[in-house]
C-alpha cells in the first residue's frame, strides 16, 4: 500500500462545475502539500497545510489530521484547471512522499 | 525572487552513458532535493543536500549522485545509463532547517531519454 493515496485518479468535469480531489496518507506527517502539474512536467505548489483549511482564489484546500485525509476543492472550474494535482506529504525527514496524482480535464 | 532553474530541459543519452543535470535553486533556499517522474506516475524522491552534504536518500542505486556547491545549485549525475531511467528529472529547493512543513520551489524538469 502507498504512504499518499489519491482518489479518483482521472477526472473529467464540465465548466462551472464544483470538483473535489481526495487524499490519504498513513503515516505521520509535519506537512501536506498540493501541487499543481502542466503537461510540460513543471509543478507549481498550490499550498502547503498542517491543519484546517486555506483557500487561495478559486481553491480550497482541507486537512483532517485525526483522519489522515485531505481534500483539494475546485470552485466554478475553468478549462485552465486542465492538469494533474498531485498531493504529497513532508516528514521530519524533509523530503516529500508524493501521491501517483490526478488527472484532471475540464470541458468547454 | 527568481525561481528554480533546470538544465537542460530535454536530453537524449544512449544506454551506459553518463549525463549530469543541473539546478539552482531559488534565492534564499538551502536545500535541493531532486526526484524521479515515470510516465503516468508520481515523483520519486532520490536524495536532498543540506548545505552541501547529502541530507537523505531514497532507494536509487550508487549509479545516482548528487553534488550542492557553496551557491546551494546541485547537479544530479547519473552513470551506466539504463533505459528504466528514461523520465523528467525534478529539483526542488527550500528554505531547510530541523523537522518537516517547509515550502517547495520546483524546477520545470529536465526531461531524460535513453535509447
Known amino acids: 500500500k502507498n504512504e499518499v493515496e489519491q482518489s479518483p485518479q482521472n477526472l473529467t468535469a464540465q465548466e462551472g462545475e464544483f470538483i473535489t480531489i481526495n487524499c490519504s496518507y498513513s503515516?505521520?506527517?509535519?506537512?501536506l502539500h498540493w501541487l499543481q502539474q502542466h503537461p510540460g512536467g513543471g509543478i507549481v505548489s498550490l499550498f502547503m497545510l498542517s491543519s484546517g483549511k486555506k483557500k487561495h482564489g478559486r481553491l480550497i484546500a482541507t486537512i483532517n489530521i485525526q483522519e489522515k485525509h485531505s481534500s483539494l476543492h475546485i470552485t466554478a472550474s475553468h478549462p485552465r484547471d486542465s492538469a494533474v494535482y498531485i498531493c504529497a506529504v513532508s516528514r521530519s525527514a524533509r523530503q516529500l512522499t508524493f501521491g501517483s496524482g490526478t488527472q484532471l480535464t475540464v470541458l468547454p | 525572487e527568481t525561481g528554480v532553474t533546470q538544465s537542460p530541459t530535454h536530453l537524449i543519452k544512449t544506454r551506459g552513458q553518463q549525463v549530469t543535470l543541473r539546478c539552482s535553486s531559488q534565492s534564499g533556499h538551502n536545500t535541493v532535493s531532486w526526484y524521479q517522474q515515470a510516465l503516468g506516475q508520481g515523483p520519486q524522491f532520490i536524495f536532498q543536500?543540506?548545505?552541501?552534504?547529502?541530507?537523505g536518500r531514497g532507494n536509487f542505486p550508487p549509479r545516482f549522485s548528487g553534488l550542492q556547491f557553496p551557491n546551494y545549485s546541485s547537479e544530479l549525475n547519473v552513470n551506466a545509463l539504463e533505459l528504466d531511467d528514461s523520465a523528467l528529472y525534478l529539483c526542488?529547493?527550500?528554505?531547510?532547517?530541523?523537522?518537516?512543513?517547509?515550502?517547495?520551489?520546483f524546477g520545470s524538469g529536465t526531461r531524460l531519454t535513453v535509447v
Open positions: 526542488a529547493s527550500s528554505d531547510g532547517g530541523q523537522g518537516g512543513g517547509y515550502g517547495y520551489t
Open positions: 543536500y543540506y548545505r552541501e552534504e547529502e541530507n
Open positions: 503515516v505521520g506527517i509535519s506537512a
